[in-house]
């Protein structure tokens, strides 16, 4: 089959590969009709995600056709429409068992990495790094989907797959960054990030009860997406202080709720900006906080920080006395999609959401090379990739 292969920083490649198998009696084979470039995608394409391998197949937001089925999986069939959650969950353990489908206990194979470095095993994910499992992704014709018989949803034939796909992962982080927001009626929420996840957490946002969203970011098609799908105010962090501006825009006190929806690649601007690209090249600290740090600051007090991009490593120079003075709550975590994705699945059945807004470009798997290019340097007003087999 082709399949994207990670050979390095900004290189990736579609090469022949070998079909997946069967391998396991709970595992199921999907042959893909639509995957797409996450944001988090980025940050491997970057080469900012340790323990990838030249040849790894990556990807993981990902709907398809089952086509083969072990043994064990009863509740699916061939020829099956699915789309199959981003995180991979075991379905029995204590975390799969209250919903916190990105702790599994089980589906790291690999969890003796995470354990040195994070103190514990939290789940694989597709196509996201050795220390995430080692799972083959799903930018491919063929994926193999192991504990087939939890987690996966089935979705009906009539509708495109723009309009489902991104239950994949992209709608349950915002949606759930939203949530942990605990958002009461009246509140003020902002979202760093007008990406395809900050964009459906402004959408979650308004549905939980928020008075007011604000969005920043410095891409004017990104912003406007935002004004005009999202119904956002918006804020350019290059034209203003999103700090100040945030303050201005709300008496002095700062949003109830922030949301970081931009992890790791975070941008800033002036001397702060230099300082963590610089020592992100040099890998004295494997991440930039930068939206981090402006949350914490422009948070009202007793406010929320919910953190859904993606971080992987170490951070530096944070105002944590910003944080403990103000009584801040955080609140965090790789997104437990098999939590959320039935209700998501509902509310786009139901007419209540259409998110096939984001996509701005689709483009023949073939082609994926090209999709990270414009995708990482924002060419062409690209917000969101979707590829086809």
């Known amino acids: 089959m082709k399949a994207v292969c990670w050979h390095g920083a900004n290189d990736v490649r579609v090469e022949t590969v070998p079909d997946p198998k069967i391998l396991n009696p709970r ?3 999907i042959k893909i009709t639509s995957t797409a470039i996450c944001g988090s995608d980025l940050h491997i394409y970057g080469g900012y995600i340790p323990t990838m391998q030249k040849g790894d ?18 509740n699916l069939k061939i020829g099956d429409r699915v789309v199959v959650p981003s995180t991979i969950g075991c379905g029995y353990c204590n975390y799969c068992q209250r919903d916190m489908w990105s702790l ?20 694989a994910i597709y196509g996201y790094s050795h220390l ?87 891409f004017p098609e990104r912003l406007e997406m935002a004004r005009k799908f999202a119904k956002a105010e918006t804020i350019n962090y290059e034209d203003v202080d999103a700090g100040e501006a945030l303050k201005e825009m709300t008496g002095g006190r700062g949003p109830d709720a922030c949301i970081d929806a931009v992890g790791l690649e975070a941008h800033g601007v002036g001397l702060e900006d230099f300082y963590d690209q610089t020592k992100q090249k040099l890998r004295l600290e494997t991440d930039r906080p930068h ?12 406010g929320t920080l919910s953190i859904m991009g993606v971080y992987g490593g170490f951070v530096d120079k944070m105002p944590f ?68 087999p």
């Open 132 to 218: 995430l499992g080692g799972y083959a992704g799903a930018q491919a014709e063929y994926v193999r989907v192991p504990f087939a018989d939890v987690g996966v949803v089935k979705v009906p034939p009539e509708l495109p797959d723009e309009m489902l796909l991104f239950i994949s992962d992209a709608i349950p982080t915002g949606y759930m960054g939203a949530e942990f927001c605990d958002i009461q009626p009246g509140d003020t929420v902002a979202v760093w990030g007008c990406g395809a996840v900050g964009q459906f957490a402004m959408i979650s946002a308004y549905m939980m009860g928020a008075e007011r969203v604000i969005a920043i970011d410095r």
């Open 321 to 388: 006395g910003a944080a403990i003075n103000k009584a801040l709550t955080f609140r965090m975590g790789q997104m437990h999609g098999q939590k959320y994705m039935h209700l998501l699945l509902n509310m786009i059945l139901d007419g209540k959401l259409d998110p096939s807004f984001v996509v701005t470009h689709k483009l023949p798997l073939e082609q994926a090379p090209y999709g990270y290019e414009i995708f990482q340097q924002k060419k062409d007003n690209c917000i969101k990739v979707v590829l086809k």
């Open 291 to 302: 939206v981090l740090r402006q949350m914490m600051v422009a948070a009202r007090k007793g």
């Open 104 to 123: 599994c206990d089980n589906s790291n194979p690999k969890g003796w990495m995470e354990e040195k470095l994070y103190g514990n095993i939290t789940s």
């Open 27 to 29: 595992d199921a084979i």
């Open 57 to 74: 197949i990556i990807g993981h937001e990902f709907m398809g056709e089952v086509v083969d089925v072990g043994r064990g999986v009863h």
